[in-house]
């Protein structure tokens, strides 16, 4: 029997506590409607950003198959040394998923290697998620698109290096569109960033929204094969320079 796939969902945990209308719609964080409509088939843990290490301690990262990031306000907040401990650990083979406002976060623009900059506007716009890699694992059980009465609008250009595959393309009321869901690989670990969820919104309690999330972990999960070595290595076959002549 296999074992159940660990998830740690990390989020700032700021809005929910000093803005009513967050709180109202997420009482117990956003982390925690994550974790919710990711099923029963998981291991799920939570971290914040007050907790020592902001909940990401080198142990806990150890134990982890899929990270899933939420962030926001307070990007600049994140110690370094913990970004740099979470990078590690995607190149060791790590999943992360990477969510709405957590495009400029730390982690995520040193794996990307850009700025990650976009357009947006907060204006409770339709959007709307066409689905463009229709065979993909991330989509199973989605239509040929994903519809939210109200979200905030992200729009191109988006400064991200080329996605290994492009999953959504987003349409929005105000006529902008965005690549909403992009995956990359770095060294052994899979990369997934997707758009949706302001705060304001009662995005993550859409059940086609929790079936990407949750499609996504058992894509972005490790493989079981060894991981590669690096460095000197001797031939594997008898070189000619070694040959007797």
Avoid at 76 to 100: C, F, N, P, S, T
């Amino acid at each position: 029997m296999n074992e159940k796939k660990r998830v740690l969902i990390w989020n700032e945990y700021r809005h929910e506590q000093i803005n009513e209308k967050v709180k109202a719609i997420y009482p117990k964080g956003i982390h925690h409607a994550i974790g919710e409509g990711l099923g029963s088939e998981l291991e799920i843990g939570y971290a914040t950003l007050e907790e020592v290490e902001h909940g990401l301690s080198e142990e806990r990262l150890n134990e982890t198959d899929v990270l899933i990031w939420w962030g926001h306000k307070a990007h600049r907040e994140v110690m370094d040394e913990i970004v740099e401990r979470v990078y590690k650990r995607v190149l060791a083979g790590m999943g992360l998923i990477v969510l709405h406002s957590g495009h400029f976060s730390k982690i995520f623009k040193k794996l990307m290697g850009t700025t990650c900059n976009l357009k947006w506007r907060e204006a409770d716009e339709k959007e709307r998620l066409w689905v463009v890699a229709p065979g993909h694992p991330i989509v199973e059980g989605i239509g040929e698109y994903i519809e939210l009465e109200q979200e905030e609008m992200y729009g191109e250009s988006f400064e991200i290096p080329t996605p290994d595959e492009l999953i959504f393309v987003s349409w929005f009321e105000g006529g902008e569109v965005f690549r909403s869901g992009c995956t990359y690989q770095r060294g052994q670990g899979k990369i997934f960033y997707f758009r949706p969820g302001h705060e304001t919104y009662p995005t993550y309690y859409n059940d086609q929204i929790r079936a990407v999330i949750r499609n996504t972990v058992h894509w972005a999960a490790p493989t079981t094969r060894p991981a590669p070595s690096f460095g000197n290595r001797k031939p594997l076959e008898k070189l000619k320079s070694q040959q007797e002549v």
